[in-house]
Each structure stands twice: as structure tokens, then as C-alpha cells.
């Protein structure tokens, strides 16, 4: 809550080089992203690759205010966030909407098999998961299944379903 009242976030340099596999590079976007604070980049545009540069370019303009851990008590590195959003005036109509992320910061091989949970119970859900583009309409109730490959992350944008009514869903942010 002292983001932009004490300090602004510092979340540390991003890089996206090709020495750093394309997951790792995603999650650590995704961190600053989320921390809605400064971005610092230092690798040479020039080198970097057309997919990577995406990344660079998805975190701009940055959000509004930085997401809150979900796991409060973890004796670890947090494995998730979640921060609400509102539409800015004059897109009312598009209605609140949550960023999620789900964080697996191992080495080596293991898949981590985590669930995303909603962010209010009930009620069927849009879930847009932002790296991949990939889209599931979530009825059942519960949490979503989720598998992460090691030092990877997934970023989703949940929209609650309004039966009848046209929703923007999720883009690539550009």
C-alpha cells in the first residue's frame, strides 16, 4: 500500500536475452508487471529477438497499482498475486475485471500442478490466460487446474460471465 505514498516498486532489472529460457523471461515480466512500479531494461534492443521484444512492449503503459500477494504467511517466494481492476471512464460498461498469477519459481524439471482460484465465489467465469492467449469458460465450481513448467508462470484475466451480454475477454494488451 506504500507504492507512490513512501516509494515506487523496484522489481529489478528485466531481461529478456536469449541466454534466459522464454518462461523465466514471461514470470519475471509478469513481476514487474504486477509490481506496477519502475522498469528497468539493459539489454541492447538490437539483439533482442521479435517475440521477446513483445514482452518488453506488453508492460507498457504499466498498471495502475501494484497486485497483492495471496499467500501472505508463505515461508517461500509467494507463488501467486491477484489485483482487481476498473475500466477507466467512459468504458463503464466493460465492467471489473481481476489480474491472476500463479508462480513456479523451482529449478529442474517438475512440473508444478497448482489451482487458480476465483476471486469471488460461484457463478461461471471468464478465465484468459495472457501469454499463451489461450481461453476457458470456468462453470464448474471450485478452482481452475493449472500446470506450470519450472521458473514459469501463468497470467490470467477473470471476468465474471454476464449471461446476454456482450464482454471483452482478453487481448495481448496492443
Known amino acids: 500500500p506504500m507504492h507512490g505514498t513512501l516509494w515506487v516498486n523496484d522489481p529489478d532489472c528485466l531481461i529478456l536475452r536469449d541466454e534466459v529460457p522464454l518462461g523465466e523471461a514471461q514470470a519475471l515480466a509478469t513481476v514487474a508487471a504486477l509490481s506496477a512500479g519502475s522498469l528497468i531494461f ?28 495471496v499467500e501472505l504467511f508463505s515461508e517461500s517466494i509467494p507463488g501467486s498475486a491477484c489485483m482487481a481492476l476498473e475500466p477507466r471512464a467512459g468504458a463503464n460498461a466493460m465492467g471489473n475485471w481481476w489480474l491472476s498469477s500463479l508462480f513456479n519459481w523451482t529449478s529442474g524439471s517438475e512440473e508444478l500442478q497448482t489451482e487458480l482460484a476465483m476471486p469471488v465465489p460461484g457463478g461461471a467465469w471468464h478465465v484468459f490466460e495472457f501469454w499463451s492467449g489461450s481461453y476457458v469458460l470456468h462453470e ?14 501463468r ?15 482478453g487481448s495481448d494488451i496492443h
Do not use: W
Not at 155 to 169: E, H, K
Open 42 to 69: 539493459s539489454d541492447s534492443l538490437g539483439r533482442i529477438p521479435v517475440e521477446r521484444l513483445a514482452i518488453l512492449k506488453a508492460l507498457l503503459p504499466p498498471l495502475p497499482h501494484p497486485a497483492q500477494h
Open 140 to 153: 464448474a465450481p471450485g478452482q481452475l487446474p493449472a500446470t506450470l513448467g519450472p521458473r514459469c508462470c
Open 155 to 169: 497470467l490470467f484475466a477473470l471476468r465474471q460471465v454476464t449471461r446476454g451480454t456482450p464482454q471483452f475477454i
